[in-house]
Nanobody, 127 residues
Framework: QGQLVESGGGLVQAGGSLRLSCTAS?????????????MGWFRQAPGREREFVAA????????RYADSVLGRFTISRDNFKKTLYLQMDSLKSDDTAVYYC???????????????WGQGTQVTVSS
């Protein structure tokens, strides 16, 4: 219950684009409540620690990006649809990772600030 579910991952060539989505699984009150929180995207490549990608507040008034994706990725959310998005453009091979959606109390680049996580979606960028 109260799970977040990512989708939209896949295989893309370098320079291409993908859009990830994160929705509430089961559309329960608990899962939908997650979308009242600050939400973010993290990623984890094989052999590497999970790293921050982007996050935004419920209102959209506060947005943060990792330096590595600034200018290439865009985070957005549709609170009516209870969906979080990550538009990824100009993808590089270094962007290859499992991407996770998370919900927490504040817009922050630390994974410890997020209490609810999805299972992840694989993004593979071929060079």
């Amino acid at each position: 219950q109260g799970q977040l579910v990512e989708s939209g991952g896949g295989l893309v060539q370098a320079g291409g684009s993908l859009r990830l989505s994160c929705t509430a699984s089961g559309r329960t009150a608990a899962s939908e409540q997650r979308f009242t929180y600050a939400m973010g995207w993290f990623r984890q490549a094989p052999g590497r620690e999970r790293e921050f990608v982007a996050a935004m507040s419920w209102s959209g008034g506060s947005i943060r990006y990792a330096d590595s994706v600034l200018g290439r990725f865009t985070i957005s959310r549709d609170n009516f649809k209870k969906t979080l998005y990550l538009q990824m453009d100009s993808l590089k091979s270094d962007d290859t990772a499992v991407y996770y959606c998370a919900a927490g109390g504040v817009v922050d680049d630390s994974s410890s600030s997020y209490h609810y996580w999805g299972q992840g979606t694989q993004v593979t960028v071929s060079s």
